[in-house]
């Protein structure tokens, strides 16, 4: 017998475990609240049952930290998506808003970017770390001496990923010095990230390096490192912060974000005066080097840092001052700068230059350029290796739908390199 809102099944299932288990203890997920009216009454049957309740939230965690190849293939996919829309969507618009001095909402460019969910955007000395932070209607900040939060999540097969970039507007030496500190303490965190460490020594790798390179900046740095993510955004259990004693292992996933809150910078403007900082990415625990997933999008100073007011002596005074507070820093770093990859990233910059130059007019047909150019770039690179070819040909896929311009490519042409 049967009815239509479930009354009569769920009795029938508390009077069989009853009756079948001496010490029957029912799990439940104790801070997870029901949504709709089927599981709002089965919590409220389960509460007056009488029956004993044990809170799985954490087993349950355990169980889904470790994501197997098909898994982390997903959250790839969900990382590239994510690190694609900031580089290739949102970062343009933002630069163009600012250059032309336009007047824009925060709200409104989160709408510009529907292909993905952004986690959050803030400006103008008003700022939410959090990762569920919801852009705002205030109107974007960018005066001399701001610093500009953008945050995209997205995800692919129910699997989430995060990138978080901070963009400073004409920025002021202390800017300058707090974010190089920041870039190094969250590559010294994801450098923790060892199958075999402690989830504990990740926070405590990226706290050393603010002790060591700005003490002064320790009470401003973020209480954790980030936390897992998956299935959920945000796994419980696996917080990344100094009481954290769990171990890491090959397979996990962690949205390590890093950042400093309420800083004060030099300026008699109260609003750019007060600044926060914050940097995520989305990191996978292999057996060797931890893998970036949101590598895509650069975190270099030279490439978020943006100079748009005084004449060109002035400018070139700040760029020389920027260098040489990022080499300074470097130098009392233990991490040493890749020079291949600033290389590589110098060569992009310049790339995009020049796909700027040759079709202003036409914002889709530029995106669409740099998308194609880095897409057959990686599976070139990758071509011997099937699974990866598959993955970015969805990529691909994924990319040329976001810049309207799908019917310009036939996906056979990469069918060689499937069969080989």
């Not at 104790?30 to 049957?45: F, I, N, R, S, Y």
């Not at 590559?187 to 926070?203: D, M, Q, R």
């Not at 796909?355 to 070139?380: N, P, Q, W």
């Amino acid at each position: 017998m049967t009815d239509e809102d479930g009354n009569t099944q769920m009795d029938a299932i508390f009077n069989s475990i009853r009756a079948q288990l001496k010490s029957p203890v029912v799990g439940y997920i104790a801070k997870e609240a029901p949504e709709g009216k089927l599981l709002e009454m089965w919590a409220d049957k389960l509460k007056n049952s009488g029956l004993p309740r044990g809170d799985i939230t954490h087993g349950i965690s355990d169980i889904l930290a470790f994501k197997d190849r098909m898994e982390i293939m997903n959250v790839r996919k969900a990382a590239y998506l994510s690190a694609s829309t900031l580089k290739y969507c949102v970062v343009p618009k933002l630069v163009r808003i600012i250059d032309e001095e336009k007047r824009a909402t925060h709200s409104s460019l989160s709408k510009m970017t529907e292909k993905a969910v952004l986690e959050g955007k803030g400006s103008g000395g008003k700022f939410d770390l959090r990762p569920g932070a919801i852009s705002n209607d205030e109107t974007l900040y960018y005066d001399s001496g701001s610093a500009i939060v953008c945050a995209v999540g997205s995800r692919y097969n129910c699997y989430c990923s995060n990138v978080a970039r901070t963009f400073l507007i004409d920025p002021t030496s202390t800017q300058i010095r707090a974010y190089e500190v920041l870039c190094i303490a969250q590559e010294a965190a994801i450098a923790a990230l060892e199958p075999g460490n402690k989830i504990n020594a990740v926070y405590r790798a990226a706290l050393a390096v603010v002790e060591r390179d700005a003490p002064e900046l320790v009470s401003n740095l973020t209480k954790s490192a980030g936390r897992g993510t998956g299935l959920e955004f945000e796994e419980s259990g696996l917080r990344l912060d100094a009481n954290n004693h769990k171990v890491l292992k090959e397979g996990m996933v962690f949205n390590v974000s890093l950042g400093f809150q309420n800083l004060q910078a030099e300026t008699s403007n109260p609003k750019p005066g007060n600044f926060s900082l914050i940097l995520a990415d989305t990191v996978v625990v292999t057996s060797g080097r931890c893998e970036v997933a949101t590598k895509l999008i650069s975190k270099a100073l030279e490439d978020v840092a943006y100079i748009f007011k005084g004449d060109e002596e002035e400018e070139e005074c700040k760029i020389k001052a920027l260098m040489n507070i990022k080499e300074a820093l470097h130098s009392k770093a233990t991490l040493r700068a890749d020079k291949q990859e600033k290389r590589e990233a110098q060569e992009e910059l310049e790339r995009e230059a020049s796909y700027a130059d040759t079709d202003k007019g036409d914002d889709d047909s530029v995106t669409f350029m740099l998308i194609l150019h880095d897409l057959m770039s990686a599976l070139e690179s990758i071509k011997d290796n099937e699974e990866a070819v598959m993955a970015y040909m969805i990529h691909l896929a994924w990319q040329l739908r976001f810049a309207r311009r799908l019917w310009l490519v036939e996906l056979r042409h990469f069918t060689p390199l499937h069969n080989e």
